[in-house]
């Protein structure tokens, strides 16, 4: 069965470095989805993607974060100078668009920001 | 504005005991939701999900969940609980506007006594 795939599965990074958080969605996908998890807390939306562009995006995803798809199969966020508070576990998800809400999701990466 | 509520943070129950893990939801119109579980270091797998039609639904492992409209609920029920389904569970609802962008609940932490 076809699964969304991320890596790594945890990050450790210093406060101020950037990071690049990887997802290889489900191949028939067309719309991308990043979500995070502060521990103890509910998932939360970042980004949705779809025709390599930026669907929604929530007041979390701010001028810190990007995605992109740089290839056929890669979907990629990036955090460009990381801060304590980045801490989570980021979860990416895909879906075909018929049932937009009908998302898959990988494993999650842990990101710990020191 | 939109939300989701589960009213338990923790549950437990014996093995072979039914179990219901209560969901609300704030929405104006037909909601799309869903259910997933998250076991400890997997990522979120869905476990059903209701769009319209026939308001009590099934999903996988035996779980079942139904949509009341009058009371803004999709409780979650399984009639005998198994050890394996230790684990996070998480109501979501698609927020509206068709964008894909899910809204969660905090969670209820499932613990399953032999």
């Known amino acids: 069965e076809p699964e969304v795939t991320q890596t790594p599965s945890h990050q450790v990074t210093q406060m101020g470095q950037e990071v690049i958080l990887r997802c290889v969605p489900i191949?028939?996908?067309?719309?991308f989805y990043w979500y995070r998890q502060i521990l103890g807390q509910k998932v939360e939306f970042l980004v949705s993607f779809y025709n390599n562009e930026i669907s929604e995006k929530s007041e979390i995803f701010d001028d810190q974060f990007s995605v992109e798809r740089p290839d056929g199969s890669n979907f990629t966020l990036k955090i460009r100078s990381t801060k304590l508070e980045d801490s989570a576990m980021y979860f990416c998800?895909?879906?075909?668009?018929?049932?937009?809400?009908?998302?898959?999701f990988g494993p999650g990466t842990r990101l710990t920001v020191t | 504005a939109q939300s989701v509520t589960q009213p338990d943070i923790h549950i437990t129950v014996s093995e072979g005991a039914s179990l219901e893990l209560r969901c609300n939801y704030s929405y104006g119109a037909t909601p799309y939701l869903f259910w997933y579980v998250q076991s400890p270091g997997q990522g979120l797998q869905l476990l059903l999900k209701y769009f319209s039609g026939d308001t009590l639904v099934q999903g996988i492992k035996g779980f079942e969940a139904e949509f009341k409209r009058s009371q803004s609920s999709f409780n979650l029920r399984k009639p005998s609980v198994h050890w394996s389904d230790a684990a996070e569970y998480f109501c979501a609802v698609g927020a509206e506007g068709n964008t894909g962008k899910l809204i969660f609940g905090q969670g209820t932490t499932l613990q399953v006594k032999p």
């Open positions: 998800a895909s879906s075909t668009g018929l049932e937009p809400y009908e998302q898959y």
């Open positions: 191949s028939n996908h067309l719309y």
